[in-house]
């Protein structure tokens, strides 16, 4: 601005007690009045007024009230008045006492005149202008820097910028000028703060200028100061539009979406924030239809406040709460946009008559601007979220409403996500409900308990599943399995899965041969489902048939973790099982083993998520099983709790099914068995035979009725079939009759004519019999039939 060095001001302070004591005096005061330090320190600072409104002032300030300036009279050491321009300022000594700084400008020289041309220019800039010497003080200052501090430019001459704007700021700003001193290079710094006279902060763009002579040598600062509040301001709502990107919507749980909304608002855009989704999202159910009217019911799903404990909260979290037809809330999801209320006497009047509890929230805390924003999304309305600015002095403008709409948009997004996935994983999980056993049967071959632990991570419901079967011949089949993918898609197969089996069972098939049939319906769905299959694993399973006359368990196994035995000893060993490919490769047959069980031994069979988890290998898991399994357990439901208890203490990261089944036998005194010669002379000696062990047994009701299953089926095996041939009786819950062959031709049922001989016998054996079926087995068949024994 000028071509040569500023001219020298001085500055006069000094600094009193609360008690009006002259404490400091400093050089520039020394010049300005003639006392030395030595001189004034200790005596009272009225002594130097000249009265007038100075003794006035320095009354106020005593009294602990706000700083003051003025022009004041002040009297020189000689005797002569000396007018000047004071200021006076609280300080806090560094033992905590209060005291004041007194601050006066000595008249200067004046400038060259080569300034005067620039002058004009100076104090018409379009920003905060400033110039300092080289001891940070002030020396010109535009009408803007004027107004930013209050004061005119004659009574901020020879301050420093800490004097005229008591803030940290400005302690880095003058370090910034002490570096434009020293390198002669200009600064830029950025700054937020209030100015005198502003209700509110706003932010700066600070540059810092040297001012140099002809010869470089700098002699001053250039202070320029540029309000980009504006510019701040969005920036700061394009952050925090990018933090709510990052931090809403993290899982697919609707009330922790609902929170990431809260804790992104508050305090940034607001004081308090409330959400309230409606509340068809709690049962999963489809939205409503058409446009919301009348008292509407919505849940809090979150709130947050920058007063703690959320204290202007109406309603808890997880409350109910009905909002009137004509509340706010009401209005802006009939409405279907957002609004934005400046409270007023007049709409308190209205709002108090709607919902007096509200208001008077609204009144305790000085609610003054409030924002009410629908939360919609692809068709459908979710709920309202609440916007309310108490502590915030500043109230909403149509920029603070777009951004709440924005977050309010992004949120809802995420929350109808998180719908959908519920809603999907709801039906699963009742599909699966009803796909899986509601009740184990109760069987003559064993006990059996199960556990199933669900879940309850994002991944959704999976495709574990299990089933227990009754088989022919007191016989059981059990089975556990997992398909592959997770929801109502894993729901279906388990269903697909479970009904082929149970189909396949009823046939008696063997276990590894069910297995192939079950791989080729495997491998033919996903062919239908996807013409171009990927390969991936269709599901995993294990099979496994128990008889408890021969105590033979027969097993199976496609791609699925290895059972566990645990015997009536209390030792617990993974069964070797020749382990064939999952379900739906089709590349290698299924080989089934056979195993002896103990009577009393327990049979354990399981899905991989008891036993394997991010942080534990499938290994350890299977240790960790026996360990368990062999502990001593006073029932089979506690020895399924103590493997519950010690595997999954916590919700497992993938679905987890346990089946427990302990083997029971029956003993001699209840299975008969007869070889039968080829001849039908023979059938009178059977019949004979099974009527006097029928008698033993205390079954005389079923004689006649046995005699007739006997030599409808011993007949037919002798004319039709192929010896050895031999009859077995079963007592145990049911009465078993079985006659087995070694034809592999199946008889049928049919109906006989009037006129036929024959073809009446397995119709007969049908009426006569609850249940009646045919297995084949490695050699031959076995017709059986069955009568219950009940008490009557």
């Given amino acids: 601005m000028v071509n040569e060095p500023l001219d020298m001001v001085y500055l006069a302070t000094a600094t009193m007690d609360s008690q009006g004591v002259v404490t400091g005096w400093s050089e520039g005061a020394q010049r300005l009045l003639g006392y030395l330090p030595e001189e004034i320190v200790g ?47 609280r300080v806090v000594a560094d033992g905590g006492a209060t005291g004041w700084l007194l601050v006066s400008a000595v008249a200067r020289e004046p400038c060259p005149p080569e300034a005067d041309a620039a002058v004009g220019a100076f104090t018409q800039a379009p920003c905060v202008l400033a110039v300092f010497d080289t001891d940070l003080r002030l020396v010109r200052a535009n009408a803007d820097m004027e107004a930013a501090a209050a004061l005119t430019e004659d009574r901020m001459r020879g301050m420093r910028l800490v004097e005229l704007l008591p803030h940290p700021e400005s302690e880095k700003t003058e370090e910034g000028m002490r570096r434009v001193l020293e390198n002669g290079e200009r600064q830029v710094l950025e700054a937020y703060l209030r100015v005198p006279g502003e209700s509110r902060e706003h932010a700066w763009t600070i540059s810092l200028a040297p001012l140099k002579d002809r010869t470089g040598s700098v002699y001053g600062v250039c202070f320029a100061a540029y309000d980009t509040t504006r510019r701040h301001q969005a920036q700061e709502r394009l952050l925090l539009l990018n933090e709510a990107g990052k931090r809403i919507g993290s899982t697919l749980d609707l009330a922790h979406v609902a929170h990431e909304l809260a804790d992104v608002a508050v305090p940034r855009v607001a004081d308090f924030v409330g959400v309230d989704l409606l509340t068809f999202l709690d049962q999963g159910e489809e939205p409503p239809s058409g446009p919301l009217s009348g008292p509407i019911t919505m849940r809090r799903a979150a709130h947050r406040s920058v007063l703690p404990g959320t204290p202007e909260a109406v309603v808890d979290v997880g409350e109910l709460d009905t909002h009137p037809e004509s509340s706010p809330s009401a209005e802006c999801l009939a409405e279907g946009r957002a609004i934005l209320y400046q409270v007023t006497d007049e709409l308190m009047v209205r709002w108090n008559a709607l919902d007096p509890v509200r208001a008077a929230r609204i009144r305790e805390y000085g609610i003054h601007s409030e924002l009410v ?11 309202v979220v609440f916007f309310a600015r108490h502590r915030t002095p500043v109230p909403f403008d149509e920029d603070d409403l777009l951004l709440a709409e924005e977050i309010t948009a992004r949120t809802a997004v995420c929350v109808d996500n998180a719908r959908r996935y519920q809603r999907e994983r709801m039906t699963a999980r009742a599909l699966q409900r009803h796909l899986l056993p509601r009740r184990l049967p109760d069987l003559a071959a064993m006990e059996v308990t199960s556990r199933y632990v669900p879940s309850e991570t994002w991944a959704g419901v999976g495709g574990d599943w299990f089933d227990v079967i009754p088989l022919s011949g007191a016989r059981a089949a059990v089975v556990v399995g997992d398909t592959a993918g997770r929801g109502v898609e894993a729901s279906a197969a388990v269903g697909r899965l479970r009904s082929a089996i149970r189909t396949l069972a009823d046939i008696d098939l063997p276990p590894g041969e069910l297995l192939t049939h079950l791989d080729d319906l495997v491998t033919r769905l996903a062919a239908e489902d996807d013409p171009e299959p990927s390969g991936a694993t269709g599901a995993t399973c294990l099979y496994a048939v128990y008889d408890p006359v021969s105590r033979h368990c027969t097993l199976a196994s496609a791609g699925h973790p290895p059972p566990v035995v645990v015997t009536p000893a209390g030792s617990a060993d993974i069964l070797d099982v020749s382990n064939g490919p999952p379900l739906g490769l089709g590349t290698l ?19 991989d998520g008891l036993v394997e988890s991010f942080y534990r290998a499938i290994d350890e898991g299977l240790e960790a099983l026996c360990e368990a399994l062999a502990q001593p357990a006073p029932s089979l439901d506690a020895l399924g709790d103590t493997v519950l208890h010690t595997l999954l203490p916590d919700r497992p990261e993938d679905d987890a099914a346990l089946l427990l089944a302990r083997a029971r036998a029956l003993g001699p005194d209840q299975v008969a068995t007869w070889e039968i010669p080829p001849e039908p002379a023979v059938v009178s000696r059977i019949r004979r ?30 004319r ?73």
């Fill in 43 to 89: 005596r009272a600072v009225t002594e130097l007024w000249a009265g007038g409104t100075a003794v006035e002032a320095v009354g106020r300030c005593l009294a602990g009230r706000s700083g003051w300036s003025g022009r004041v009279g002040l009297c020189h050491r000689d005797g002569h008045r000396v007018e000047a321009e004071a200021l006076a300022h």
């Fill in 373 to 383: 924003v629908p939360m919609r999304t692809r068709g459908v309305t979710l709920g």
């Fill in 589 to 607: 047959p299924f080989e089934a083993v056979e195993t002896e069980l103990s009577e009393g031994s327990v049979l354990a069979l399981y899905t």
């Fill in 689 to 718: 035979e099974v009527t006097a062990r029928l008698m033993d047994w205390g079954l005389e009701k079923l004689v006649l009725t046995t005699e007739l299953v006997v030599s409808e089926l011993v007949t037919n095996a002798i």
């Fill in 720 to 792: 039709y079939g192929r010896p050895p041939i031999r009859l077995r009786l079963i007592r145990d819950r049911a009465l078993i009759c079985e006659v087995s062959d070694f034809s592999s031709t199946a008889p049928h049922l049919r109906r006989a004519r009037a006129l036929d001989e024959g073809g009446r016998g397995l119709f007969l054996v049908a009426q006569l019999a609850q249940r009646w079926g045919t297995r084949l087995e490695v050699q031959g068949k076995t017709i059986w039939a069955e009568q219950d024994l009940s008490e009557d």
